[in-house]
C-alpha cells in the first residue's frame, strides 16, 4: 500500500509483465504465458498440450484428448493441471486412459487443463527471476529447493502408522491421510520410500529451503537467453525440475513447468529456518523491485488496468477453484 502512494499507483504491479493477463498477478493462463516462448525458450520447457472440457460424450473426448496427445509425441505418465489456478490446486499424475477418463468427467466444463510431459527429473527449485525494461541481463533474487514429502517403509509398520510416527509428516497428517485411504493399512516393504505428495506446493506439504547459495552467474546468463525469448515477461518465478543441484548452476539439465507473475513469491522466505526479519526484508524488496518496473513500464506506455478487471478475474479463478479435482 505504502509502495502504491510513493508511486501514486497502485496498480503499477499489473503492468510489470504487459504480456501477460494483469501481469499475472491473479486469473493469468498458463496456456497463454507458456504460448509467448519462441522456439529457443521452448527448448527449455516441458511439452503440453492445452485441453477445453466440452459437452461432448466424455468416451468421445477421452478418444480426442489421446489423439492430441499423440499427435504432439506425448505418452503417460502426464501432469494434469488447471490453466487458471494457483499453488498447486487440481494438479494430478497422470498414469493411464482410466485415470484421464476420470480427471475430465470432474474438471469443471468449458474449462481449460493441461496435460504436460512428467520431467524425467526429481529435483525441483522455485527460481525467482527479474529484468527491468530495457536491460541486457536480469538477476536471480531468490532460489527456493522444493522436497516432496515421503516416509520410508520398515517392513513392519503400516502407511498411516509411518505417517504420525514421522516429524514432518505426523504434523500435516490432515492432508496426507486423504490422499492414501487404499494403501493407509499397507505395510510398507522395508527400505521402500512412498511419496506423499506429488504437487511441489507448500500449502499441499512440500517442504521448501532456502537455495540462494546455489545461484550462479551461469545460471543468470542461461534465464537471460531464455527469456530474450519470452516477450514481455519481466518479473516472476519459474518452477523447474533438474538432474542435480551442480548442473542446474551451470545452467544445464532442468526443465520449465511453469512461469508465474506478479502474484509470484520468493518462496525460499517459507524454509522453517528463515527469520521472521529477512522474511519482512525480502517481500520489501521483491515487491519494490515489482512497483519499479510497473512504473517504467508505465512510462513506456503500457496503461494499468481497472480494478474492476482484477477483481473479476479474481471471481473467476476463485469460482473454478472451487470445482477442481483433488489435489496429488
Known amino acids: 500500500m505504502a509502495l502504491g502512494f510513493y508511486y501514486r499507483d497502485w496498480r503499477l504491479p499489473l503492468v510489470a509483465n504487459p504480456t501477460i493477463r494483469l ?13 509467448l516462448a519462441g522456439e529457443h525458450a521452448r527448448h527449455w520447457i516441458s511439452p503440453f498440450i492445452t485441453w477445453t472440457v466440452t459437452s461432448h460424450d466424455l468416451d468421445v473426448q477421452v478418444e480426442m484428448a ?10 503417460f505418465p502426464l501432469v494434469a493441471k488447471p490453466d487458471l489456478g494457483c499453488r498447486g490446486v487440481g494438479v494430478k499424475l497422470i498414469h493411464n486412459r482410466e485415470q484421464l477418463s476420470d480427471y475430465l468427467h470432474r474438471f469443471p466444463p468449458q474449462a481449460r487443463f493441461l496435460l504436460q510431459k512428467k520431467a ?3 529435483a525441483e527449485a522455485g527460481i525467482f527471476y527479474v529484468r527491468f525494461p530495457g536491460e541486457a541481463h536480469g538477476r536471480i533474487i531468490s532460489m527456493t529447493l522444493k522436497y516432496a514429502p515421503s516416509v520410508v517403509g520398515d517392513g513392519v509398520r503400516t502407511l498411516r502408522e509411518l505417517i504420525h510416527a514421522c516429524p514432518r509428516a505426523g504434523q500435516l497428517a490432515h492432508l496426507y491421510l486423504p490422499r492414501h485411504p487404499d494403501k ?3 505395510v510398507v516393504p522395508a527400505g521402500e520410500e512412498f511419496q506423499l505428495a506429488f504437487a511441489g ?9 532456502n537455495g540462494n547459495r546455489y545461484i550462479t552467474q551461469a545460471l543468470v546468463h542461461r534465464l537471460d537467453a531464455i527469456f530474450d525469448d519470452f516477450p514481455g515477461f519481466h518479473y516472476g518465478r519459474l518452477d523447474v525440475k533438474f538432474s542435480n543441484i551442480d548442473a542446474l548452476m551451470r ?12 502474484s509470484s513469491e520468493a518462496a525460499h522466505i517459507w524454509d522453517r529456518d528463515t527469520p521472521l526479519g529477512e522474511i ?7 515487491y519494490r523491485i515489482l512497483y519499479a518496473i510497473g512504473a517504467e513500464q508505465k512510462k513506456r506506455g503500457h496503461k494499468p488496468p481497472s480494478l474492476r478487471s482484477l477483481l473479476r478475474a479474481w471471481k473467476e479463478e476463485k469460482q473454478l477453484i472451487g470445482h477442481y479435482p483433488e489435489t496429488d
Not at 489421446?66 to 505418452?75: K, N
Open 201 to 209: 506446493s507448500h500449502s499441499r506439504g512440500s517442504i521448501f529451503r
Open 280 to 286: 519482512f526484508s525480502m517481500l520489501l524488496k521483491q
Open 23 to 35: 501481469s499475472g498477478m491473479v486469473g493469468e493462463s498458463k496456456h497463454d504465458i507458456l504460448s
Open 251 to 262: 545452467g544445464e539439465e532442468f526443465t520449465i513447468l511453469e512461469v508465474n507473475g506478479a
Open 120 to 122: 524425467p527429473y526429481r
Open 66 to 75: 489421446l489423439q492430441r496427445l499423440s499427435q504432439a509425441d506425448l505418452t
Open 184 to 186: 493407509l493399512d499397507w
